[in-house]
């Protein structure tokens, strides 16, 4: 007997199942955490750039009526020890992270006291009766000038400011350089940025005295990393120690890391064995956060007189701020710049150097697209700007230096393996959607009327889903090549997916959920998907890299499938039939041989109370976990076109039309991949116009409020098309991708390309973002 199949929910537009709590109000967060007795804490932040610290009077915060507590650096020495983040890459350097600034400050909003009270209130209240006395030091906020190696230091230890070096070769591209017939090049720049997420960072501990177990709820995008270094910091067993994200309100990489606020209130809830909550505003936010880019590129594209690219030279500095971020070092983003910087181009010579360079600023984290925005910008100027020299049409050179069908898997300079991806056929079908010609004659019309109108390309690759022949940070000494998962099935026959990722807007209860109904058989609305929360799996280093869809979904359907074994065993017995006759489909098996079903919920009930039903030999236990690891990884791509104009009198660029054309394999929720799409090109469009941190000479941050951070809004966000681009299915498990970040890699460098295309015939060359009305007018007044 033939039962017609379920169709499959993978690829299908499946409705968020997080969107009701969420969008009514009914989401937890951890500030909505109230505990009984519990305190709140807050911090006492330099207000000064370099500086050692002679001493600090707490005695009128002390004498505060509701304070409970007032701790510096020297209280918490016995508490809690400094954690580093390593590296296996040469000439790295690590930094010492203490929980409170120790001996000296290195960035304004650098924590220096901590005051636990019993209102957030008076704990603020307190920090303004702290008084610390600073003794000024050279404030480091010049990246060249820290450099250099008569600079005063920002780590002792360190021995240098210079924490990270590295440089990658092939071939003699100086020799290129001098025979090519063509070369283009200049210096670039990418200003400082921060993520901004809706929700600041929040954590809350809560410490059992008799359990001597801690349990700590932090707005986290990687609550296993936070738990496995916690337990070192505070020398506490790892089955001791639980850190769990709720729903978390936005990280973009920015809550992906350990801060210190972090460690101090776990440390000072175990000491005070009390439940202590910390939730940081958005001063707090922007000043002490994990920020982004800030890279200055010396680069050159050497080509012959037919627009071949022959070979690429690029010297990287980038300022990574005052302390090199745990785990991800200070390497993560400046690293990642020279490594992608050939992006999806065959460049036969390469030479790429970096140095990370430590200042006087918050520290440069993980952000969504890390390194690659800035990769990006820069070899898609580059292009555009040989294509100006040649007389040749943007699109066309690209056609001639990306690399072809059949070319994969293509090896760069850099050393990265592309497997089979969609370059040529992303250009394609991007500009097929836009009707590229069609703009060009619009914009030749426009220009005849003197608009500046601007048409502009960009096309990019990156690696997603990686596993573990790659660290997701250059040289980082943690597996974060793998994910783990359990699935479950109770009495009730309802199915609980255990997974270690943690979700700050990606759709993963609902795309994973997905894959566990289509892979198990079981019904969508009896799956639970459970993740953020250390507890569950093993191990697990969360979400981030465009991983989890890759990971978390490769570690479910396996344990899916293992799981599914069982029942078709089970319910063969059941049913007198064979294994090969049972089919699984909405909850119910069916032999097709015979026609009789039991649903999984009844398979539960035999299984878990009605022992005498089935032989000991056939028992089974209804769970099952497993563990994925590409290996490898895959390679995601897009090209992106933008259309801007530029308005003479304000100097205002509007993003008119916008395409993205995206290689992310086989799509598991289309519906999530457009709203994925859609947030990071919003994000770009901000890297390229608006968005940037701002220090001044002294490392005081002027930009440290949404009156000066300037994000985009609805009206500066066009309408988006979306092109899903199919060339063949990658060897991850389920054929996907990872395609989160595509959008903050394509589009700044496609709306550079587009705001120098606008002002191309005034001669001028878009080298920095973001590219401010203030930067544009200064520009056009050089060149009339």
């Known amino acids: 007997m033939e039962t017609k199949p379920k169709a499959k929910l993978v690829g299908q537009r499946v409705k968020r199942t997080e969107d009701p709590r969420l969008l ?56 809690v020890k400094p954690v580093r983040a390593t590296s296996r890459m040469p000439e790295y350097h690590p930094t010492s992270i203490y929980p409170l600034a120790r001996g000296k400050v290195r960035f304004v909003g650098e924590a220096v006291v901590a005051v636990v009270a019993t209102s957030r209130y008076i704990a603020e209240d307190a920090v303004e009766l702290i008084s610390i006395d600073f003794d000024d030091l050279p404030a480091l906020v010049d990246v060249e000038a820290a450099a250099r190696p008569d600079a005063p230091l920002l780590h002792e230890e360190a021995g240098t400011n210079v924490l990270v070096k590295r440089e990658f070769r092939r071939g003699d591209i100086d020799a290129v350089m001098a025979a090519a017939p063509i070369v283009v090049g200049t210096r670039f720049r990418f200003h400082r940025k921060t993520a901004l997420a809706m929700e600041n960072r929040v954590c809350a501990a809560h410490y059992e005295q008799g359990r001597r177990a801690l349990t700590l709820h932090t707005s986290s995008g990687s609550p296993g990393v936070i738990r496995d270094a916690l337990v070192k910091v505070l020398d506490i067993p790892g089955n001791r120690l639980r850190v769990v994200a709720p729903d978390v309100g936005g990280s973009f990489g920015s809550k992906a890391s350990l801060y210190p606020e972090e460690i101090t209130v776990c440390a000072l809830a175990r000491h005070l064995c009390r439940p202590i909550k910390w939730t940081g505003d958005r001063l707090e936010d922007l000043a002490s956060t994990s920020q982004a880019f800030d890279e200055t590129v010396d680069a050159e594209l050497a080509l012959d007189e037919d627009g071949k690219i022959l070979g690429l030279r690029a010297e990287v500095i980038g300022d990574v701020g005052a302390y090199s971020i745990y785990p991800w070092t200070a390497g993560l983003e400046p690293v990642q710049v020279i490594s992608f910087m050939p992006g999806p181009y065959r460049v036969p010579v390469y030479l790429g150097r970096v140095r990370g360079v430590a200042t006087c600023k918050a520290p440069t984290g993980p952000y969504r697209g890390v390194g690659r925005p800035t990769s990006t910008f820069v070899m898609e100027r580059l292009v555009d700007m040989a294509a100006h020299r040649l007389g040749m049409d ?12 059949d070319e994969f898997p293509y090896k760069t300079a850099p050393g990265l393996v592309w497997d089979r991806s969609g370059f040529q056929e992303g250009l394609q079908q991007a500009c097929e959607s836009i009707d590229y010609a069609g703009l060009r004659k619009m914009q030749a019309a426009a220009r005849a009327e003197g608009r500046w109108v601007g048409i502009g390309v960009s096309t990019y690759a990156e690696l997603s889903g990686i596993g573990s022949r790659i660290s997701a940070s250059p040289g980082m000494p943690i597996n974060t090549g793998s994910e783990i998962s359990t699935i479950r099935i109770d009495p009730s026959g309802a199915v609980t997916a255990y997974f270690g990722i943690a979700s700050h807007g990606q759709g993963l209860e609902t795309t994973l959920a997905q894959i566990v109904s289509d892979e198990l058989g079981a019904s969508f609305g009896d799956i639970r998907v459970v993740q953020g929360d250390s507890s569950v799996v093993s191990h697990s280093t969360g979400t981030y890299a465009s ?36 089919e699984i489909s909405d909850s119910v098996a069916t032999a097709r041989d015979n026609g009789k079903s039991i649903t999984i919920a009844e398979i539960a009930d035999v299984v878990y109370a009605q022992m005498g039903k089935l032989p000991a030999d056939a028992v089974e236990v209804l769970e099952e976990t497993r563990s994925y690891d590409p290996v490898w990884g895959t390679t995601s791509s897009s090209t992106h076109i933008a259309v801007v104009e530029i308005d003479p009198e304000t100097y205002m660029v509007r993003v008119k039309d916008y395409v993205v054309a995206d290689d992310c394999g086989r799509m598991i929720n289309p519906l999530i991949v457009a709203g994925q799409s859609h947030g990071a090109v919003a994000q770009g469009i901000g890297a390229a116009l608006l968005e940037e941190v701002v220090y001044d000479e002294g490392g005081q941050i002027l930009s440290a409020s949404l009156v000066d951070y300037v994000v985009p809004t609805a009206p500066e966000v066009p309408d988006i098309r979306m092109v899903h681009v199919e060339c063949g299915t990658p060897a991850t498990l389920g054929g996907f991708r990872g395609m989160g970040e595509g959008g903050t890699i394509g589009a700044p460098a496609a709306i550079a390309n587009a705001v120098s295309d606008a002002l191309l015939p005034l001669g001028i060359e878009i080298k920095e973002l973001p590219m401010t009305p203030d930067r544009l007018f200064r520009l056009v007044q050089a060149a009339q």
């Open 394 to 405: 943007v699109t066309e050179i690209r056609r001639r230096n990306l690399v072809n069908p």
């Open 547 to 582: 991983r989890s869809a890759v990971l978390a979904g490769g570690a479910g359907t396996l344990a899916a499938r293992g799981l599914r074994g069982k029942l078709e065993r089970i319910a063969a017995h059941l049913l007198g039939s064979d294994v090969s006759h049972i």
């Open 24 to 79: 009514t109000g009914n989401g937890a967060y951890v500030d909505d955490m109230q505990v009984k007795g519990q305190l709140h804490i807050a911090f006492r932040r330099s207000d000064q750039a370099h500086a050692l610290i002679k001493s600090i009077d707490t005695a009128a915060a002390a004498a505060l009526p509701g304070v409970i507590g007032v701790f510096t650096a020297a209280d918490m020495e016995g508490m």
